[in-house]
């Protein structure tokens, strides 16, 4: 394992040189380097977890003195391995051909090597220092991909956003780590879980990493960064942000609060839960209200993150009232569907770069028709946005089922307040897996469907053979997942024992049906659902097309008798939105809508105008602002003083210093 | 009986009477207002003379338009077999729970409504803007329900939500009543049956379901037809296999057991169908934008129900 771990790195590092020694002419070499080193990482992480080996650690004489890097790979940072490697791999070949049409690929490649080495790192990493280190190279080596596109409007702004709100999540990290170090008297992990903290540290430990991890998921009210950063990104840099960095974040989360926090309060997951069903329900609808397709995208991987964090709220919830069963299924619910969005969404993110590539578009109401235009990428794009609706027979669908599980039995935890909450974030879930079908029905209706907009959505072409394959690789991958789920849940099974050494492990069910809690609670089986539509459907092709009729006419369409040629009579998205704006939206956005119909004979045009505010950023970010802003100004006025004041001001602050450290004692 | 022959009997029985209870309504509805209506098989005739003809298609149409019917159709024919309808110990039940039901309906919701968009036309738009505004509040109260009634079982499985509530005297509770009224909204409005929206309708902007389906003809227009059909019924089944088991087998049925399931269960679906009509002719449609207080109410009601059952203790 370590020894494929080291030349995974080594291939990421190895491509970084490259990058940084040939420029663009190293493309081709750096992006093979990345998906080998990817592929490599990932056999290994699987070949791990499925033999069930022994936990592997070693320490480099690098870093702090007398410290050093400790390095250890356990079944949880195997299993996110998988997820951030075999993404990688994928994501690397595709960017073979997308990454040749980046503008300026200097600024893309030597970084995105650089930034995949950091997320490993950030897995392995186990002691504080090197995970701190690894953190803040993966978030800065991703703020200098999100600037690759840097002549676009908005990404200046997108990416001071994600600088400032990624500093604030080190800094939390930064003093988390602080507390439990100071309560073990060590920066190894290993001899962290001994920390005994007490209660008031243990409330500001769990709000400390819930800030450091929240803050780079995108969980609300952390999420501002998010969609504008992942959406200026170049889309395969976009795919990894989105795809698999949040997850490396929902690592961190679990690694801090599961593992090295010790055993949770059962308010943590009141709060967790909370947390994650507003995250959710307000990330789909944000989303509805988009049209630009990665912007919406991204809106979607704040969704997510509220679905997984749903999970992990329950498993807290479980763990604490001790009931393990039901924590462990929570959390391999919570860790499933890290998977599995990791798959959708960079498959949808590549397809919204294969979409870019073809068109030059990222507006989808300039799109439309492109079913025609680019046939396998529709295909695939499909299989993705049904898969992230959460319906059957693809993964989406299965993670979130288990997740319902565990919700189910939210009745049995003995905390009134939790039995109030759990059925609430339950609504909370089915509405947002409702709106999640709203909002692809409306991608896929506009972007793909329906009649081209735009001269550059008809004339679309569809792209090369090296940026589809990758796409339905992911698109496979979806399907299998979806039809053969036992497998995920199998590897999982040493990730809850590595957390929870004590607890049961889910009974071993067999390949076809997924009945984690045993048949007659519940069970499903994507296989047997797959085979029987399929069958059904077949049947049904061949009796009616033998039997009855099978001939065809193609003619203009219908459209109750007054079909128009203009393709501006068509839906649009934020048509196809309006209902969703005025049932929720008045509500949660305080949308509204102006008309501005002209009078009879007027020659100007009617128009419609939408206004949107964003309560989070109006409520938070606004009065944030403003206040740091009045505070530096204020302070300013310490930058011009005499040579007399400095020296009176710093001995002033000796004096003070010194007394803290005496009141201390 | 031998199971699998059950099964295909179970597939078969609700693909078959779906027609019929299509027929009932509309023949109960046309009485009611004191015409004489179509034939009470007039469904199935429509059916076929649609079958037998070509089908037109507009010329944009892609593969998605001609190959939405069949899963459309396929995809709610599952969901239908897997409600119990005459006997709980059928394999095909196993297939999915209650969720996977829900979400097999939300399969098929997603590829017509994608259909509907196909073509390019204002009128498929609309209809496939507002089938997703109705589901997406239709769909979460659907799943309270079910929260509900498999927080009483311990189960969401559907033949073991049968077995219980036929087994074992439950008695009268807040949250059941609650969550039949949720689900008889939630059922009215994914049917598309007035007061949500009109299925004799073809006046423009009232449309939903309509107006989707605007562009298809000959056997897709069948299927899709057949699929609504079958959609309903399987609403009716549902709602008698968790309220009204009684006279279902439990388990394999013998010959007995199967003949005393079968005919209470058509006995129940026309009870089902004539009490629809006799709602549908005595309220009048409303405004699209009503429709979000309606279900709303739904999803509230199945919220509250599923609320008092994880604060109540004996559960």
Redesign the interface.
Known sequence: MLAALLSSLMGYASATLVAIAAQRRGLVLVYTLSAMAGTIGSIAAIGFLATNAMPVETTLPLGLPFVGVHIRVDALAAYFLIVVNTAAAVISLYALEYGGHDEEPERVLPFYPAFLAGMNLVLVASDAFSFLVSWEFMSLSSWLLVLANHKQKDTGSGAFLYLIMASLGTGALLLAFGLLSAASGSYIFASMHGATLGGLNRAILFALVLIGTGSKAGMVPLHVWLPPAHAAAPSHVSALMSGIMTKVAIYGLVRLLFDLAGPPAWWWGAVVLLLGGITALLGVLYAVMQHDLKRLLAYHTVENIGIILIGLGLALAFRAGHLDVLAVLALSAALFHALNHATFKSLLFLGSGAILIATGERDMEHLGGLIHRMPTTAFVFLIGAVAISALPPFNGFVSEWLTFQGILNGSLLPQWLLKFIVPVVGAMLALAAALAAVCFVKVYGVVFLGRPRRPEAEQAHEVGLWMVAPMAALAALCAAIGVLPQAILDLLRPVAAVLWPDAPSLPAGDWLWLAPLGSDRSSYSGLVVLTAITLLATLLVMAIHRLASNRVRRGPAWDCGFPDPRPETQYTASSFAQPIRRIFGSVAFGAREEIDMPAPGETRPARLAVSLHDPVWDAAYLPAGNAIAWMATRINVIQFQTVRRYLSLMFGALVLLLLLVALGQ | MNDMVLNVVQLLLVAGLAPLLTGLVRKVKARLVGRVGPQLFQPYRDLARL??????????A???FRASP??I???I??AAAIVPTFATGLT?S????L??VV??L??A??AL??A???????????G???E??I???A??AM??VT?TV??LV????LP?IADFFLLQAVGVRVSLGLGVVSLVMVAIAENARIPIDNPATHL?LTMVHEAMI??YS??HLA?IEAGAMLKLTLYVSLIAAIFVPWGMAVGVPDARGFVIGLSSYVVKVAIGGVLLAAFETTIAKMR??RV?EFLGAA?LL??LA??F???SRD?
Not at chain 2, 116 to 125: A, H, K, P, Q
């Open positions: 079958l037998r003809k070509e089908v037109v298609l507009a010329s944009n892609s593969w998605l069949y899963l159709f396929a995809a024919w599952l095909v196993r297939a999915g729970d969720i996977a979400a097999l939300g399969t919701r997603f409504a994608l509907g968009m196909d073509i390019g036309t204002s009128f498929g738009g609309i496939s803007s507002r997703m505004m589901a997406s509040l769909e979460p799943l309270m929260f498999a927080l311990h189960s969401t499985s073991h423009e605007l562009e000959g056997r299927l699209v934008f979000a999803l199945g919220t599923a609320i059952l994880y604060v559960v």
